[in-house]
């Protein structure tokens, strides 16, 4: 499966935006208001790439000045459990530092990595908490030694973040109207530009939002129908051997001059189950 489809919609969204420079820094500038002399170039992007199938990547990661490590998911669909998937993306991504830079994690001399920060952007209905941790939320221990608290934003504002959140609400609204097609794309960024949600990101690439919108849609489709038509092909492949089964036995019972018990197998599943095994055209 394709990592286009494995990735929904909001997600792909979100990646694609911070993947611009412009977009990644105005969110550096969101989480930390405090510094403002940071430029594009001073975060580099360093998320775990797919480079298998089902192998271990992320959303979103990147540093700033050696100093910072930054982790943000996006989640549409509320789970705790994200908090042991930025557990494991932060173990490979330090892995991953200390191997570019030719460090052993065996020297007697400590190695300094950059402080990581996390963040979950949370696009659905559900109420979020401003906060969740490791030891609070899932361990339900606070005498617990390990711990990983990330912040959490679901709220529209008027920053980068808050204007991904409004993008992928007003999604939900056309989705909800027109369905999984390419008009609620369309009608998406229509909106969004006219209310100034995203909208250089929009005005930049509105063709190619809408093109990622429209060809997940239609993946999920058709992962979707294929699904149903394995399910219906499963029905069917039941019911064929059931008949299967039936006309076995049916032909066993009149070879055998047992014409009198054919009426009680057609009538009784249960008993035609017991002498389907009794004479033995099904395993026991």
Do not use: W
């Given at each position: ?7 929904d919609v909001?997600?792909t969204v ?14 550096f500038?969101?989480?930390h208001p405090?510094i403002?002399?940071v430029?594009?170039d ?13 192998h271990?990547?992320?959303d ?5 000045r050696?100093k910072?490590?930054i982790?943000?998911?996006?989640q549409?669909t509320w789970?705790?459990?994200?908090l042991i998937?930025?557990?494991?993306y ?11 830079r030719?460090?052993?994690i ?5 190695h300094?990595?950059p ?10 209905k559900?109420?979020?908490?401003k906060?969740?941790s490791?030891?609070?939320d899932?361990f ?7 711990d990983l608290e ?14 991904y ?22 009608e ?16 930049e690439r ?9 060809a997940i849609?239609?993946?999920e489709?058709?992962v ?6 394995m399910?219906q092909?499963g ?11 039936l ?9 055998l001059g047992k014409?009198?018990?054919?009426e ?7 008993y035609?189950?017991?002498?389907l095994?009794e ?5 026991g």
């Open positions: 499966m394709s990592d286009l489809v494995k990735r909001k997600n979100f990646i694609d935006l911070f993947a611009h420079d412009e977009y990644r820094l105005q969110l500038q969101t989480i405090e403002t002399d430029t594009a001073e975060l580099p992007i360093i998320t775990i790439k797919p480079v298998i199938t089902n271990l990547y992320n979103l990661a990147f540093m700033f050696d910072l490590m982790f943000v998911e996006a549409s789970s705790l459990n994200i998937r930025i557990l494991l932060l173990a490979e991504t330090i892995r991953e530092y200390l191997h570019n030719n460090m052993d065996h020297d007697e001399k400590m300094k990595i402080m990581p920060e996390f963040y979950v952007v949370h696009t659905g559900r109420k979020t908490p906060t969740i490791l030891k609070k899932f339900c221990n606070e005498m617990c030694q390990l990330a912040k959490v934003f679901s709220i529209e504002t008027d920053d980068i973040i808050g204007q959140i409004i993008f992928c609400h007003v999604m939900d609204e056309q989705i909800d109207k027109y369905g999984r097609v390419r008009k609620a794309a369309i998406t960024v229509r909106i969004c530009r006219d209310r100034n949600v995203l909208k250089d990101y929009l005005n509105e063709k190619e939002v809408v093109d990622i919108m429209s849609f239609t993946q489709y058709a979707n129908q294929y699904g149903n038509a399910k092909e029905r069917n492949e039941g019911r064929n051997e059931g008949r299967n089964e006309a076995q036995l049916l032909k066993k019972l009149l070879s014409g009198e018990e054919v009680k197998v057609i009538n009784d599943t249960n035609m189950q017991k002498l095994k004479y033995s055209l099904v395993e």
